[in-house]
Antibody, heavy 121, light 106 residues
Framework: EVQLVESGGGFVQPGGSLRLSCRASGFTFTSYAMSWVRQAPGKGLEWVSVISGGGDSPYYGDSVKGRFTISRDNSRNTLFLQMNSLRVEDTAVYYC??????????????WGQGTMVTVSS | EIVLTQSPATLSLSPGERATLSCRASQSISSYLAWYQQKPGQAPRLLIYDASNRATGIPARFSGSGSGTDFTLTISSLEPEDFAVYYCQQRSTWPTFGPGTKVDIK
């Protein structure tokens, strides 16, 4: 069974940092691009970042560029999102998502259950 | 940035009825459009990719059509489990999502 399990969310003050993890199973992890997508409470979906299967090509949405870093450890089938300089508006459920193909910009075929990040003073 | 507009915001229907959801892009996105279903407290689920292709395991009552700037998701006969929020998403440029259409029970 294909599965994505996120962890690492929590409560942090503005300006702080958090590192999210997403453990993948049930598919050949290195063969697929992986993304982070977030959803603020009661709001819609916003793409955050994507990384290629090999991990050498990361891309970011404008709202997080320069503050967030996506990475992956293919030996551990794990995706990461390092979030620095957090703002109140970063408060959201963060989902990791598997691309439908190895292309970095494809539909999001499988989603994790999400991890909540709350940024507040 | 490509902006997606979804209509209506809310669609109130009864089980067994046909649902027609619209998604319009601010510029042509060819067929690079996906549809997702999200139920309360759950992650989104991919229904349709590249405008008209059903994802694995998606029932045949879900169908997608359109190209360029205008797209439609049709649910031919609503089942009780289909009442949810539906989002469209483009991948012609870096991904953006529409604001969603809520399908609720009339």
């Amino acid at each position: 069974e294909v599965q994505l399990v996120e962890s690492g969310g929590g409560f942090v003050q503005p300006g702080g940092s958090l590192r999210l993890s997403c453990r993948a199973s049930g598919f050949t992890f290195t063969s697929y691009a992986m993304s982070w997508v977030r959803q603020a409470p009661g709001k819609g979906l916003e793409w955050v970042s994507v990384i290629s299967g090999g991990g050498d090509s990361p891309y970011y949405g404008d709202s997080v560029k320069g503050r967030f870093t996506i990475s992956r450890d293919n030996s551990r089938n794990t995706l990461f999102l390092q979030m620095n300089s957090l703002r109140v508006e970063d408060t959201a459920v963060y989902y990791c998502a598997k691309s439908r193909t190895d292309w970095v910009n494809d539909a999001f075929e499988i989603w994790g259950q999400g991890t909540m990040v709350t940024v507040s003073s | 940035e490509i902006v997606l507009t979804q209509s209506p915001a809310t669609l109130s229907l009864s089980p067994g009825e046909r649902a027609t959801l619209s998604c319009r892009a601010s510029q042509s996105i060819s067929s690079y459009l996906a549809w997702y279903q999200q139920k309360p407290g759950q992650a989104p689920r991919l229904l349709i990719y590249d405008a008209s292709n059903r994802a694995t395991g998606i029932p045949a009552r879900f169908s997608g059509s359109g190209s360029g700037t205008d797209f439609t998701l049709t649910i031919s006969s609503l089942e009780p489990e289909d009442f949810a929020v539906y989002y469209c998403q483009q991948r012609s440029t870096w991904p953006t999502f529409g604001p969603g259409t809520k399908v609720d029970i009339k």
